[in-house]
């Protein structure tokens, strides 16, 4: 089992900025990509971030490219989401996931092998 735990979400007004942090632990939490999805009221899950194992590779969701971040620190088993000008559709539960492999495959958030619990992003206008 895997455990993810994130941290660092809360209230801030738009332009403003928050990192997030999502540590992982458990079984298996070396060589495995790792990534970002958030989900707002009445809406599905979507992605936002991912980043491979190595973190070469990144990918972004059109609506956060220029704005948000995803680096990630292997030997604390931590990834990280810097989120700048935040708007307020930003607003949603934010998401850690991890993937099956070193990196993504097809459908991202059909690819998660696990999740963690969320953290609220709030942004007022």
């Known amino acids: 089992q895997v455990q993810l735990v994130e941290s660092g979400g809360g209230l801030v007004q738009a332009g403003g900025s928050l990192r997030l942090s999502c540590a992982a632990s458990?079984?298996?939490?070396?060589?495995?990509?790792m990534g970002w999805f958030r989900q707002a009221p009445g809406t599905e899950r979507e992605f936002v971030a991912v980043i491979s194992w190595g973190g070469g590779r990144t990918d972004y969701a059109d609506f956060v490219k220029g704005r948000f971040t995803s680096s990630r620190d292997n030997a604390k088993n931590t990834v990280y989401l810097q989120m700048n000008s935040l708007k307020p559709e930003d607003t949603a539960v934010y998401y850690c996931?991890?993937?099956?492999?070193?990196?993504?495959?097809?459908?991202?958030?059909?690819?998660?092998?696990?999740w963690g619990q969320g953290t609220q992003v709030t942004v007022s206008s």
């Open positions: 458990g079984r298996t939490v070396s060589n495995r990509a």
């Open positions: 996931a991890q993937a099956r492999g070193p990196d993504w495959r097809g459908n991202y958030v059909e690819s998660v092998d696990y």
